[in-house]
């Protein structure tokens, strides 16, 4: 996934690539507002953990879900993309979106 974002002129990493294999929900998501990065994720639990931040308004520079079955590669990648090149990155903290 990643590696197409790149190719794509996206600045995009895997947890792999940042080293981050294992790490909790929380501290993925604390790792990306450090980069100021968004999560893009197939793991629900997310969803959930942006909610929790939001109540106790800590901020995030958003969360984009798909659902492991609803798309493949090739489909999130383009709309990956197009969220990459229609959303400015301030309009997008605390957003969630479904793919």
């Given at each position: 996934?990643?590696a197409?974002?790149?190719?794509?002129?996206?600045?995009?990493?895997?947890?792999?690539?940042?080293?981050?294999?294992?790490?909790?929900?929380?501290?993925?998501?604390?790792?990306?507002?450090?980069?100021?990065?968004?999560?893009?994720?197939?793991?629900?639990?997310?969803?959930?953990?942006?909610?929790?931040?939001?109540?106790?308004?800590?901020?995030?520079?958003?969360?984009?879900?798909?659902?492991q079955?609803?798309?493949?590669?090739?489909?999130?990648?383009?709309?990956?993309?197009?969220?990459?090149d229609?959303?400015?990155?301030?309009?997008?903290?605390?957003?969630?979106?479904?793919?």
């Amino acid at each position: 996934m990643a590696a197409g974002l790149k190719r794509r002129d996206v600045n995009a990493w895997s947890a792999l690539d940042a080293k981050n294999l294992g790490l909790t929900d929380e501290k993925q998501l604390e790792y990306a507002v450090g980069e100021q990065a968004v999560i893009f994720t197939h793991d629900a639990d997310f969803l959930q953990l942006a909610h929790e931040w939001a109540e106790h308004k800590r901020e995030h520079f958003g969360v984009v879900y798909v659902h492991q079955e609803k798309l493949g590669l090739g489909e999130c990648i383009r709309r990956l993309k197009e969220i990459a090149d229609v959303f400015d990155p301030d309009d997008f903290k605390n957003h969630i979106e479904f793919l």
